[in-house]
């Protein structure tokens, strides 16, 4: 009987959910949502970095989140961690002056659950709309090949010539983007531009591994049910969250993920379906199982990283799943993945600042860290560590930032965002030294340990966020040269360590590896700004561009940028047209 009331509750809660697009709110789980204000009157120039630290810094009214409804607007939503929190800033910035415009805050209303809210349309409208993931009138199985590897259908020498396309695109963009915020840049563009048919700097053909199937040696899947929403599924969502499905498709067609990790996946799915835990369900945040991440090596070793949701689990429960799924893959029908490395991870509900500090990660069998080649030298990754995706790829991507960078033994390298060391680590024995930074803590352990298992005594790496310990680094090197490579995340390089890297007087060349180029355009513009009282330093200016086809099948592509003093530039520059209008020898 007892058991028969909780589902009736269950139900019940379901069901009220699913017609409240606000249920969401009374969940113990932080969203930003919550404690949302709208602040008006902004002034028609500022940026959102200005306004961050006039929130921060100096109001200190400790914003988690600041949210434009569009760029340029002149008023935007603002989230706090508490109520107390928001009546503190509603207090605080109504009335005051900022840049010359008087500010004003009110609460502002929480936005509706995106899924419940297409639901309640399609009842109201008596119309069923397509979600993404039904809009061709093909299985699950080819839907997630054309979400997943949307080129995988076109031959590779025109998935290389449409990339090419893109990044000249882009860098068009960013050379009439730099003319347009910079007017001092107008003479050095145009000589640019004629010298490069159109483009502010050289860009040389793209770049590719040999290899182009199966290259993927992470991916993360998430854990669900099929577009029926009976049978478990691991694998990769069909839409998205906002277009009114939860349904996950399968990985067995998909051409750019190995078979091991396949044979794993389907290896966990058995486990999950007989474990008798619902996968987690992103609506009304009820069941278990939420995510997988496979992480493999060319020397074939495996790690599963399995996540799930503990609930009201006690301990005790807790410690049997991990028993049961360790047993089940040492030894059981799950040993045939040959798993090296098994952890388990409890994904909570999201905390205050919508961090992961209350996802725990625990080691339960095998050795703690896999290791890959590179370059001939060998790394030890672990689970939460940053290695490029693509292995053949990335040694592709490292000799061609290595030609960029033109490196001599009187130049210290700064590696910045360094991950486990591998840029810094191969670049090693062309410059004086290397200094690598990174904020994961783990991956920090992990480059010291690869920087001793392969014999290398130049490098040193710190942890931290490199816009706070960037400067410090800079001045413990004894090089009178210093080049920067930057392998930001796909937002972007911190404003503040850009700023860093500008007035950094010993630095005369900046290598830039981007994995999302239109992203990094901001970046880009900013090193290129005349010197002002917020950007010092002489400017660093594009000389050349090289694309690498890191993600065969897909529309992405990295781009490497060499950037380079404008002086120095201006000077390459007038080599250049000399050179040009030399006549032929006879």
Request: with cysteine; glycine share 4%; proline share 5%.
């Amino acid at each position: 009987m007892a058991n028969t009331n909780i589902e009736e509750t269950l139900t019940t809660d379901i069901v009220k959910n699913e017609k409240n697009p606000y249920a969401y709110l009374e969940r113990d789980d932080f969203t930003s949502e919550k404690y949302k204000i709208e602040v008006r009157g902004l002034p028609k120039y500022y940026g959102i970095g200005e306004f961050k630290k006039l929130l921060n810094e100096k109001l200190e009214l400790q914003s988690c989140k600041v949210k434009p409804p569009r760029k340029g607007s002149s008023w935007l939503y603002v989230c706090f961690r508490s109520e107390e929190c928001r009546q503190r800033a509603i207090s605080t910035i109504n009335g005051i002056l900022w840049k010359n415009s008087k500010l004003t805050a009110q609460v502002a209303k929480p936005a509706p659950d995106p899924f419940v809210k297409r639901k309640l349309e399609e009842q109201s409208t008596s119309k069923r709309f397509k979600s993404d993931a039904e809009d061709s009138n093909c299985s699950a199985m080819d839907r997630i090949k054309f979400i997943t590897t949307p080129l995988w259908n076109v031959p590779y020498a025109d998935q290389l010539e449409l990339k090419q396309k893109e990044m000249r695109s882009i860098l068009m963009k960013i050379g009439q983007q730099m003319l347009k915020e910079s007017k001092a840049l107008a003479d050095w563009l145009n000589s640019q531009k004629k010298l490069h048919n159109g483009l502010p700097c050289e860009l040389q053909n793209i770049l590719s591994a040999d290899v182009t199937q199966a290259y993927r040696n992470k991916c993360k899947f998430t854990i669900g049910k099929d577009s029926e929403q009976e049978k478990v599924i691991i694998g990769f969502r069909l839409s998205s969250y906002a277009s009114g499905s939860t349904a996950v498709g399968p990985i067995d067609d998909l051409c750019h993920i190995p078979e091991n990790m396949k044979v794993a996946v389907k290896v966990l799915e058995t486990f999950i379906r007989e474990s008798n835990l619902e996968p987690f369900d992103p609506v009304d945040h009820s069941g278990y199982w939420r995510q997988v991440t496979v992480r493999t090596t060319r020397a074939k070793h495996l790690m599963l990283i399995v996540g799930m949701h503990p609930q009201n689990l006690t301990s005790d429960e807790l410690e049997k799943i991990k028993s049961e799924l360790r047993t089940y893959l040492e030894t059981g029908k799950g040993a045939e993945a040959q798993v090296t490395s098994l952890y388990f991870q409890t994904i909570e509900k999201k905390s205050i600042g919508d961090d992961e500090s209350g996802n725990k990660l625990y080691h339960i069998s095998g050795t703690e860290y896999i290791e890959e080649t590179l370059l001939g030298m060998k790394f030890r990754i672990s689970p939460q560590a940053f290695f490029q995706v693509n292995t053949l790829g990335a040694e592709v991507l490292y000799e061609a930032a290595i030609d960029l960078a033109e490196l001599t033994t009187d130049t210290a390298l700064l590696d910045v965002c360094c991950g486990t060391g591998t840029i810094g680590l191969c670049f090693s024995k062309h410059c004086g030294e290397v200094l690598g930074i990174e904020v994961i803590p783990d991956a920090i352990k992990d480059a010291k340990e690869n920087a001793v298992k392969n014999g290398i005594t130049n490098c040193d790496f710190f942890v931290g966020k490199a816009e706070d310990i960037l400067w410090p680094v800079i001045r413990r090197t004894t090089k009178s040269n210093i080049t920067a490579i930057v392998d930001p995340p796909r937002a972007g390089l911190h404003q503040k360590a850009l700023l860093t890297l500008r007035n950094a007087k010993n630095l005369s060349k900046l290598v830039y590896i981007s994995c999302d180029p239109r992203a990094a355009m901001r970046n880009l513009i900013d090193f290129a700004r005349p010197s002002s009282k917020q950007y010092f330093g002489e400017p660093l200016v594009p000389v050349k561009a090289i694309p690498v086809d890191m993600f065969p099948h897909t529309k992405h592509c990295e781009l490497i940028l060499c950037l380079e003093r404008l002086s120095t530039a201006v000077k390459l520059n007038k080599c250049t047209v000399s050179q040009n209008v030399l006549p032929d020898k006879e």
